[in-house]
């Protein structure tokens, strides 16, 4: 009797199992998005989803946000202060404050939503408070709130976003 009360109860939960998992993968629906629906450049080098839902790529020609219907396109003009620093994107991270960081090929941008305006910081390799590098490859932050920048060939940047200052660690110069 134990046997077949163990054997209907081990059948009844795999059953359930296996209704749980169909019920889960019918949910998932995958659209594709190119150049065609506004897209700025097919080679997309990371994608984010932000707090509001909006998706952010990073592109080879320009930072894209896309709401699920249309695209916004950054791109950097050189006669605003204000714009993106460079079209080639290689990172996007959102920080806990809900601000948008931006690796580009020149230097780290900051993405102001209220403002729609970029804070750009550019490389300053000689001085131990800038970047240490151009070109920014991945962001992330630490529980204590700093940004860590990383860049190539320049190492590891720690940025204080009270002080507007990095602290630059190079191979051999640890904490």
């Not at 080679?43 to 592109?59: C, I, P």
């Not at 780290?108 to 240490?132: H, I, M, W």
């Amino acid at each position: 009797m134990r046997k077949a009360i163990r054997n209907i109860a081990c059948c009844l939960f795999f059953v359930l199992l296996a209704l749980a998992g169909q019920a889960q993968n019918s949910d998932i629906k995958f659209q594709n998005i190119s150049i065609l629906d506004g897209l700025s450049q097919s080679y997309v080098n990371d994608v984010m989803q932000d707090r509001q839902g909006f998706m952010w790529l990073a592109t080879q020609d320009g930072l894209n946000q896309y709401d699920g219907y249309s695209f916004s396109v950054y791109k950097n003009d050189p006669s605003d202060p204000y714009s993106i620093a460079n079209n080639y994107v290689h990172a996007i991270y959102e920080d806990n404050d809900s601000s948008i960081w931006i690796g580009t090929d020149v230097g780290l941008s900051r993405f102001d939503k209220a403002t729609r305006r970029f804070e750009n910081y550019y490389a300053q390799p000689n001085n131990p408070e800038g970047l240490s590098n151009e070109i920014v490859w991945d962001i992330v932050e630490d529980a204590q709130g700093y940004l860590w920048i990383a860049t190539e060939h320049g190492g590891l940047n720690r940025f204080d976003r009270t002080a507007r200052t990095f602290k630059q660690y190079k191979r051999g110069n640890g904490p």
